[in-house]
């Protein structure tokens, strides 16, 4: 702190403490206190808060538990977060390789700018965009009958449709990551590795993999938070039969208008985030400071 | 050798499929523009039209929706630029347990759902404050985690800040302020400027976090949403396709920019090591010493 204070002066100091006191305070911790506090009480009309009834309570979230359908949703959307990370991290393996290793250092440039400009684009539109493509009379149905895969149109709208536009959507906040890892890779391990006779699969195991394990990491972190928190693409790719999670949280808000018991679903939407966080840093065997770069 | 250009033709056919997943649905969305159907598809072709753009300009809603997400962009430059610089100057200073404290809080709203920012922001501020949901509402929430982004591109670039400027300035007698304003805000305005591109971008699309705090206001995101679900036309399209041709000459701009920094921090470099080498016993800034970082 005397650091600071010499290094800015007193005024600049006080403005300096004042600014980030009230982004840290204000913005970021305090909201969050306040929705678990909402979500440990029960939903009472404006007249009896804080009154005799209003007691500290676990019973918003118990409502997940006796309500079979919301926790089936919770389920699903765990089950189909996670292997829209397993499918992402499959897809962009070989292109964050191919990126830091492989491809010639002069077309990087071109690459990174092909990868980036769809990243600038706006998520919504990202699903926009495959809502056309999976619409019943849509291209993908006329491609498929054309060729005779499919006799009829079929609906795509459900679970698949949403897993499909979800790995679209996060793809590069997967490849980034992961070619970051693996670009400080030096490429002389791989060339030892293979001259002592490892085969590529061998390669990648024990070298390449090993060294990119932060980035898969942060990669997988980033793609699971986004995927279990998305309200856009399941709201445009999928069906009455397939809500997500987040559905049931903005339903709680503005159709049952029951804040407290949104408040109870939104915290469990969080402590899944985080158990994920603190599930791949266990898995990878990274530290915090490894993820928070 | 016949394994060798296997391999090749698995990589580029691993390419063209990769980058086709990537751009042939953004491809799709905008040849639906140009389509007469009165449902956004490339399948039937029924035939050409620019009419489309016609009905997009004639939709009153739409332009409201447009103003509304530009003031709350602008809301949230005011907000999250000067903060994440004041954050990154703190950080910049401190060290040990209390710095990695600080900014691992920070950046945690870059690892929490947008849905959960939305939420806990509304809860709190109507709690604390009676203050509902709408535009207000709206950069606050969003400046609560582009901030940590603005910060993130303060920091980096101050990696590469030389603190003995700072510190000569001040022994000839310079005041704090005027250090402040004379050496550390030129050498940050480039990071300036990234900020708050980087912060008008995230706003302008942001979705999850604005959907709970937006009240009875529109950004141009929920209203693409709404449009889609209900009255969907290539106007939607036609819109897409605008936004997309801005999104792509921002980020070609932004790009080029980055790049003729970095070329010149790198040049610089270059230079002084000459005349490290050449002996003339310039000394050379420890900034200079260190690879550009985007």
Redesign the interface.
Known sequence: ?T??LH??????TG???L??A???VM??????I??ID?SLRPMLPPSRVGGPEDVYTLANYMTLWTNTIHLGIFVKTIWASALVTAVTLA?CY??AF?LAQ?APKRRL?TF???????F???????T??????L?Y???LN?LLVGIGILDAPVRFQGDGSVILGMV?AY?LFMVFPVYNAIESLDRHQIEAARDLGAGWLRIHWRIVLPHARPGIAVGC??TF??A?????VP??LGGPQSRWF?EV??NW?FEGGN?NQ??AY?FI??VL?IGF?LLMMRLFRVG??DI?K | MTAERFRRLLVTVYLVLFFGYLFIPLGIMAAATFNTSRFPTVTPWLGFTLDWFRVLYEDHRMWQALGTSLVVAAGVIAVAVPTGLAAALLLDRLHSRARTFLYALMVSPLLTPGVIIGISTLIFWRTWFDLSGGIVLTVIAQSSFIAAYAMLLFLARLQRFDPTLEEAALDLGATHLQVFRRITLPFLMPAVLSAAFIAFLQSFENYNTTLFVRGLDTTLTVYIASKVRTGLTPAVNALSLILIALTIAGAVTYEVLRRRDARRALAEQARAEREEASGDGAPVPAAARVPARA
């Open positions: 702190m650091g600071v290094r800015y002066g007193p005024v600049l403005f300096i403490v600014v980030v009230l982004w840290v913005l970021v911790v305090l909201p969050q306040l929705m909402f897809v070989p292109m191919y492989v440039p990174m700018m092909l990868l980036v400009i769809p600038w684009i706006n998520e919504i539109l990202r926009f965009a495959w809502y056309i493509i619409a009379s849509g291209p006329n679209y793809i972190i980033m938070m986004l279990a928190g998305s309200y856009a709201l445009l987040t949280i903005y808000f804040w949104g408040a939104a939407l969080l985030c966080i915090l400071t928070a």
